[in-house]
């Protein structure tokens, strides 16, 4: 099988979301554990296990379980930079073999804007297309995810 070469741009996954959160209830989403475990995930395989040391050199390791099917995934890496409540820059991994199994890096920047919170997410590099497109849909829902738990948490910030 020959696997195309990508371009350096096709490589990035990028999405910016407009938050109506705070940017300190936005950071707390991506870096307490308690928050996180109502949004990690897409809608068809939510977090059912949620560890997060939110600084430069922990750790965080995560399950999605699919709805349907049971099937768990895990995932994990180490926090690069810690900048709060601005910048968040981790290690990406899933534990399989092949293409999933490569390491990538999350950038992730939260700006203010007038009580909300612009957040800018890159993953890369990816190696293929198809996989960098999985992640994007798994992200968009996870995100989707985030957006209904933010209404939710604004109460407990």
């Given at each position: 099988m020959n696997t195309p070469i990508l371009a350096p741009a096709e490589?990035?996954?990028t999405i910016t979301r407009v938050?109506?959160?705070p940017r300190e209830l936005v950071w707390k989403a991506w870096t307490n554990q308690e928050?996180?475990?109502h949004w990690w995930g897409p809608r068809h395989h939510p977090s059912t296990h949620v560890?997060?040391?939110a600084r430069v050199g922990g750790a965080w390791r995560i399950r999605l379980t699919g709805v349907e099917t049971g099937r768990e995934l895990w995932h994990g890496g180490v926090f690069r930079e810690v900048v709060a409540p601005?910048?968040?820059v981790f290690?990406?991994?899933w534990d399989e073999e092949?293409?999933?199994g490569e390491e990538n890096i999350v950038t992730i920047t939260f700006a203010e804007e007038g009580g909300k919170t612009r957040m800018t997410f890159q993953q890369s590099p990816f190696v293929s297309l198809e996989e960098r497109d999985g992640h994007t849909e798994g992200w968009t829902s996870a995100f989707g995810r985030l957006?209904?738990?933010l209404v939710a948490l604004k109460g407990r910030a």
């Amino acid at each position: 099988m020959n696997t195309p070469i990508l371009a350096p741009a096709e490589r990035v996954l990028t999405i910016t979301r407009v938050f109506d959160a705070p940017r300190e209830l936005v950071w707390k989403a991506w870096t307490n554990q308690e928050y996180a475990k109502h949004w990690w995930g897409p809608r068809h395989h939510p977090s059912t296990h949620v560890e997060i040391d939110a600084r430069v050199g922990g750790a965080w390791r995560i399950r999605l379980t699919g709805v349907e099917t049971g099937r768990e995934l895990w995932h994990g890496g180490v926090f690069r930079e810690v900048v709060a409540p601005e910048r968040l820059v981790f290690t990406f991994k899933w534990d399989e073999e092949g293409e999933r199994g490569e390491e990538n890096i999350v950038t992730i920047t939260f700006a203010e804007e007038g009580g909300k919170t612009r957040m800018t997410f890159q993953q890369s590099p990816f190696v293929s297309l198809e996989e960098r497109d999985g992640h994007t849909e798994g992200w968009t829902s996870a995100f989707g995810r985030l957006d209904d738990a933010l209404v939710a948490l604004k109460g407990r910030a």
